[in-house]
C-alpha cells in the first residue's frame, strides 16, 4: 500500500489521559502535515514536517500537543491531558517539497474524549 | 475574518444541472491553490489544482483570479456521484495548505 496510514482509526479516552498516534506517509514524501477537523468545519493546521525538521508549529496548539518525526519518515501526535474539546478527526497528510502537487491525507484518527 | 472564505451551501440541485462554487482568499502571498473533495466521514482527496490561465478535467472547470483573489470551480452535468463537500484550498509560499470550511452539495435524482 502506498497511501498515508494513520493508526489507530478511533480512539476512546478519558478525559485527563494521554493519546498517541501515528501517521506513516508515502514514503518518496519528505513533507508531513498534521491536521484537525470537527464537524462542518475545514481541516485546521496543527503543525508540519520536512524530513525530521518540525518547520512550524500552530499558534492554536497548546502545549498539551506535541508530534515527532524522529527519523524522518512516521511521524506521532501526542495528546497529554486530554480535554472534551480535543474530540475531533486528526488528519495526517504528506506532499513533496512545496506541496505544488497537493497532498495525500490519511483515512484519519477520530478521537473522543468523554 | 478567515483565510479562506467559502459559501457553506447547501446546494441542492437536480442530476445534469450546473452548479457553481466560489472562494475567496486574504493572504496576497498565497502561490498555489487547489479544490479537494471530502466524502462523509472520510479524508479529503485531491480533485484538482487551479491555475490562473483556469483549467478543466472533464466536467470540471476551476478559474483563478489573483487580483480579486477569488477561486472558482464549476460543475456540469451533475451526477448524483458528485454529492460531497468541496473544499477550497490555498498554498503559502511555505507550502502549508489552508482550507475553507468547505461547501456542500447534494445532486438529486
Known amino acids: 500500500d502506498t497511501g498515508v496510514s494513520q493508526d489507530p482509526r478511533h480512539k476512546i479516552t478519558k478525559r485527563g489521559q494521554n493519546v498517541t498516534f501515528r501517521c506513516d506517509p508515502i514514503?518518496?514524501?519528505?513533507?508531513l502535515y498534521w491536521y484537525r477537523q470537527t464537524l462542518g468545519q475545514g481541516p485546521e493546521f496543527l503543525t508540519y514536517?520536512?524530513?525530521?525538521?518540525?518547520?512550524?508549529k500552530s499558534r492554536l496548539l497548546s502545549d498539551r500537543f506535541s508530534a515527532e518525526r524522529p527519523k524522518g519518515s512516521f511521524s506521532t501526535l501526542e495528546i497529554q491531558r486530554t480535554e472534551q474539546g480535543d474530540s475531533a478527526m486528526y488528519l495526517c497528510?504528506?506532499?513533496?517539497?512545496?506541496?505544488?502537487?497537493?497532498?495525500?491525507f490519511g483515512s484519519g484518527t477520530r478521537l473522543t474524549v468523554v | 475574518r478567515k483565510e479562506v472564505e467559502q459559501d457553506p451551501g447547501p446546494f441542492n440541485v437536480p442530476e445534469g444541472a450546473t452548479v457553481a462554487f466560489n472562494c475567496t482568499y486574504s493572504n496576497s502571498a498565497s502561490q498555489s491553490f487547489f479544490w479537494y473533495r471530502q466524502d462523509c466521514r472520510k479524508e479529503p482527496k485531491l480533485l484538482m489544482s487551479?491555475?490562473?490561465s483556469g483549467n478543466e478535467d472533464g466536467r470540471f472547470t476551476a478559474q483563478l483570479n489573483r487580483a480579486s483573489q477569488y477561486i472558482s470551480l464549476l460543475i456540469r452535468d451533475s451526477k448524483l456521484s458528485d454529492s460531497a463537500t468541496y473544499l477550497c484550498?490555498?498554498?503559502?509560499?511555505?507550502?502549508?495548505?489552508?482550507f475553507g470550511d468547505g461547501t456542500t452539495l447534494t445532486v438529486k435524482p
Open positions: 514536517f520536512q524530513n525530521e525538521a518540525q518547520l512550524e
Open positions: 497528510a504528506s506532499s513533496s517539497v512545496g506541496g505544488d502537487y497537493g497532498y495525500t
Open positions: 484550498v490555498v498554498n503559502t509560499n511555505a507550502g502549508k495548505s489552508t
Open positions: 487551479v491555475y490562473s
Open positions: 514514503s518518496e514524501h519528505n513533507r
